[in-house]
């Protein structure tokens, strides 16, 4: 049985892929149960590791936790929907040009879309965060994202690099999804 920062740090590990060491404690104990390993890059989940995560990140089905979470997926859905649109706009300009950002006007459109859409997002976050603690570290660090690209930073729109709102957003996505033990892939058949 793990404790509590034990699962915390491997869950995070799930969400972004590879981690730099963090506590050596509770990485040399998550290595000794062959649930990651460490490699020059970082410490990566291996095989059983994704498959005690997924369990330990499932809630109960059926539960009154589960249907909240499963109500704020299926809001969540078309906001993904646009957030995909907008990261796609500030990368590649109508025509399929690629943004070479010299263009404030149409960069400012697009990051007052991503504001919009955060407004909206927000409250939603907030709830699925009242439901189960894991999830309440996610509007504050997409703010936290938001504010650094209205002080000009825009790496934090995409960048893979750093917490972006991007890469917030989507690790929130997959959180939903282990949460509800729904597959990704079968998003595809349930989108219009």
Same mark, same amino acid.
């Given at each position: 049985?793990?404790?509590?920062?034990?699962?915390?740090?491997?869950?995070?590990? &799930?969400? &972004?892929?590879?981690?730099?060491?963090?506590?050596? *404690?509770?990485? %040399?104990?998550?290595?000794?149960?062959? %649930?990651?390993? !460490?490699?020059?890059?970082?410490?990566?989940?291996?095989?059983?590791?994704?498959?005690?995560?997924?369990?330990?990140?499932? %809630?109960?089905?059926? #539960?009154?936790?589960?249907?909240?979470?499963?109500?704020?997926?299926?809001?969540?859905?078309?906001?993904?929907?646009?957030?995909?649109?907008?990261?796609?706009?500030? !990368?590649? &300009? /109508?025509?399929?040009? /690629?943004?070479?950002?010299?263009?404030? !006007?149409?960069?400012?459109? *697009?990051?007052?879309?991503?504001?919009?859409?955060?407004?909206?997002?927000?409250?939603?976050?907030?709830?699925?965060?009242?439901?189960?603690?894991?999830?309440?570290?996610?509007?504050?660090?997409? &703010?936290?994202?938001?504010?650094?690209?209205?002080?000009?930073?825009?790496?934090?729109?995409? #960048?893979?690099?750093?917490?972006?709102?991007?890469?917030?957003?989507?690790?929130?996505?997959?959180?939903?999804?282990?949460?509800?033990?729904?597959?990704?892939?079968?998003?595809?058949?349930?989108? /219009?």
């Amino acid at each position: 049985m793990l404790d509590d920062e034990t699962w915390l740090f491997l869950h995070e590990v &799930r969400l &972004r892929g590879v981690v730099d060491n963090g506590d050596d *404690v509770v990485m %040399l104990h998550l290595v000794e149960r062959g %649930l990651v390993v !460490q490699s020059a890059r970082g410490v990566h989940v291996t095989t059983a590791g994704r498959a005690a995560h997924a369990d330990w990140a499932r %809630l109960a089905p059926r #539960s009154d936790d589960e249907a909240a979470v499963r109500r704020t997926y299926e809001r969540f859905l078309p906001l993904n929907r646009e957030l995909i649109h907008i990261c796609n706009d500030w !990368q590649v &300009r /109508p025509g399929g040009v /690629p943004n070479d950002h010299r263009d404030p !006007q149409y960069d400012w459109s *697009v990051i007052d879309r991503l504001h919009a859409l955060h407004d909206r997002a927000v409250p939603m976050i907030n709830r699925v965060g009242r439901v189960h603690s894991r999830f309440a570290g996610y509007a504050p660090r997409l &703010r936290s994202a938001l504010g650094r690209i209205d002080d000009g930073d825009h790496e934090w729109i995409t #960048s893979p690099r750093c917490d972006s709102y991007h890469t917030v957003w989507m690790q929130l996505h997959e959180d939903v999804l282990l949460a509800l033990g729904v597959e990704r892939s079968s998003e595809d058949d349930a989108t /219009p």
